[in-house]
């Protein structure tokens, strides 16, 4: 039996029971906007619950193009990440002490973007990244993105990253806040309504980039 909304699917099913983790543990390093790197997060968790791995919380590649130095507590709360998808993976804040010292580029355990297409099938991982996370019990991705296809892939992961997408990652309150004073601004200079105002059903706001000081300095302080 099925109950749909979207990502927040209840799957009320005896076969669906939480990934325990125990292949090992998958780190990641995601690029680009934050745009892309909520895709890579999506799509590692995606990976994880595939390859029944551990989530280490997903790092952020410093870029040259957004000079921005935010990691994912920053934007996100990292402890209801963890929790909300306490049903479908196992997520850590850091791997075990005995695994941190290992040299994984030594080793072999440091996958690029490089060595992943875009839009991999799930089949990819199973068949080369599973083999190598069983053996070292640690897999890097760095520069992870658009690494996992969306079609064909099966019903369960593209459901989990719907719930990713649209449910585990809730921007900080700060930020939250932040986008609710930036509508409200915006409503309140504006000289009228949109044809779609009346029918929102929350204070939504999209902002290019993340660089939080300058959108104060241009709207909270006027």
């Known amino acids: ?10 799957l009320i099913s005896v076969f669906w029971k939480p990934s325990e983790g125990n292949n090992g543990y998958i780190l990641v390093t995601a690029n680009g906007g934050i745009n892309q790197q909520r ?13 029944n791995a551990t ?15 935010s990691q994912f507590a920053d934007i996100y709360q990292e402890d209801f990440f963890i929790d909300y998808l306490k049903p479908d993976i196992r997520i850590v804040k850091e791997l075990p002490k005995e695994l941190q010292s290992l ?13 992943i ?4 099938r799930p089949s990819f991982y199973l068949k080369h990244i599973l083999p190598l ?16 296809a969306s079609d064909p892939i099966p019903y369960h992961l593209q459901r989990l990253r719907c719930r990713c997408n649209f449910h585990a990652l809730q921007f900080t309150p700060k930020i939250q806040a932040t986008a609710a004073l930036l509508i409200q601004r915006m409503r309140q200079n504006a ?3 949109g044809i779609l105002d009346e029918n929102l059903v929350g204070p ?10 300058k959108i104060s300095d241009t709207w909270l302080y006027t």
Do not use: Y
């Open 1 to 10: 039996m099925l109950l749909h909304h979207c990502g927040n699917l209840v």
């Open 39 to 51: 895709v890579a997060v999506c799509n590692i968790v995606a990976v994880a619950r595939l390859l």
């Open 55 to 69: 989530l280490v919380i997903p790092t952020f590649m410093f870029s040259s193009v957004w000079r921005d130095t």
């Open 103 to 115: 040299d994984l580029e030594a080793i072999g355990s440091v996958v690029t973007d490089v060595d």
């Open 117 to 120: 297409a875009k839009e991999t």
């Open 133 to 148: 996370l069983m053996k070292n019990r640690v897999v890097h991705f760095v520069g992870f993105g658009n690494r996992l």
């Open 191 to 193: 000289t009228h309504s």
């Open 204 to 213: 939504f706001a999209k902002v290019k980039g993340k660089n939080q000081k």
